[in-house]
């Protein structure tokens, strides 16, 4: 008996005939997040970003406060390696021409300064002294002498004499006497500081720069040790240099102003003044240290000795430049006038005197970085205004910037 046959099911119709689509199971639901997930390096490089900037912060503000704190010690350290890269020529010519320890030679040096410095007080202080009180008592016949010549009418302050200002006066003139040892005292102080911190820094100046080349590289090591002879050739040949130029013109002036007929109490300070601001105020410094003695020498002995002043004053400033600065400050002092006035002004906006008295050397080294290191071309540009010095373009050419 055969089986019977097997009828297929029949097929899920819908209301319209068609075949109902099969009744897929749902996708499984993937978390986008886990998807996306950064890789472990960047949360490390966070971390150890935020942890290097909390770092450098932190030693940025303590940093700052310690300077903020140590102030005054920084600056002695500044003003004393300034003096000790002036030192530093004389003790080493002293220690390779005669085999002296470098203690010794820098205690040489000191020993010269200071005894200089001493003649200079001996002889300048009295005369400063007796400058004023012949000033003082003198008042009156050089106003009468200023209004007679220009036909001025100016007239001295009126001294009170009772005994009621006799004592507030005095009573002043002891609070300045007070005020100025206090700061005699402090200046002393700081000018012990820096004597002691420029003798170790010139005696032992050696091996402070091997410990410091020591830590850099070959090639870093010429470079540094280049710019540490540049700073050390600038500085003390600027200062030997001016020293002596300062030496000559303060000399020659005071013959010159005795030569007029100024008496030598007038004389001395004015030519101390003269060759001093002249020497170490660059650009202006000419026309301030020989104006005043100009003047004073126009009211106390009259027009004729001014104008031999003024003339003498315009003669040695033409030696100095064409003579004596180029063979005393040779290789030493190469800035131009623009670049020393602002460096002048810009040292002393930052430190006051000191630093207008040490931004020259600074400016001198800085433009002998310039000068001779990184690449140089040569100029193929051809320009109409330096024609007399560049060959002029050939025929049809024209200065036109290239597409």
Do not use: C
């Amino acid at each position: 008996m055969a089986a019977p046959s097997e009828t297929p099911a029949e097929p899920d119709l819908t209301e319209a005939g068609t075949r109902a689509p099969a009744v897929q199971p749902p996708a499984p639901v993937t978390d986008t997040t886990e998807a996306r997930a950064k890789p472990p390096w960047v949360d490390r490089f966070v971390w150890s970003a935020l942890w290097k900037a909390v770092v450098v912060v932190a030693a940025v503000t303590a940093l700052t406060v310690a300077a903020t704190r140590a102030g005054d010690l920084l600056r002695t350290l500044v003003v004393s390696g300034f003096f000790a890269l002036a030192l530093i020529p004389a003790v080493n010519y002293i220690h390779g021409r005669w085999g002296w320890r470098r203690g010794a030679a820098v205690g040489v040096v000191y020993l010269v300064g200071v005894v200089s410095v001493v003649l200079l007080v001996v002889v300048l202080i009295p005369g400063i002294v007796a400058f004023a009180d012949a000033v003082s008592q003198n008042a009156d016949q050089l106003v009468g002498r200023l209004n007679d010549r220009f036909g001025t009418s100016f007239a001295l302050p009126a001294t009170a004499t009772d005994a009621a200002s006799g004592s507030q006066a005095l009573s002043e003139w002891g609070q300045r006497i007070l005020g100025f040892a206090s700061s005699g005292v402090a200046f002393a102080f700081t000018m012990l500081q820096v004597a002691m911190f420029t003798f170790y820094f010139a005696a032992d100046y050696p091996r402070i720069e091997r410990a410091a080349l020591s830590r850099m590289s070959p090639d870093r090591q010429r470079f540094y040790g280049w710019v540490t002879d540049t700073s050390i050739q600038q500085t003390g040949g600027y200062f030997y240099s001016r020293a002596l130029l300062m030496l000559i013109n303060g000399s020659l002036s005071f013959l010159v102003m005795l030569l007029v007929g100024l008496d030598a109490v007038y004389a001395l300070p004015l030519a101390v003044f003269m060759g001093f601001v002249s020497e170490f105020i660059p650009a202006i410094g000419t026309y301030i240290g020989g104006a005043i003695p100009i003047a004073f020498v126009l009211v106390a002995e009259g027009l004729t000795p001014a104008l031999v002043l003024l003339g003498w004053v315009l003669v040695y400033q033409q030696l100095e430049n064409l003579f004596l600065s180029p063979r005393l400050s040779a290789k030493t002092m190469e800035v131009n006038g623009a670049v020393a006035f602002g460096a002048a002004l810009a040292g002393g906006a930052i430190a006051g005197p000191m630093g207008a008295f040490m931004a020259l050397p600074v400016a001198a080294m800085i433009t002998a970085l310039i000068k001779n290191t990184g690449t140089r071309y040569d100029v193929v540009y051809q320009t109409k205004y330096d024609a007399d010095q560049i060959p002029t373009a050939p025929a049809g050419a024209s200065n036109v910037a290239p597409s």
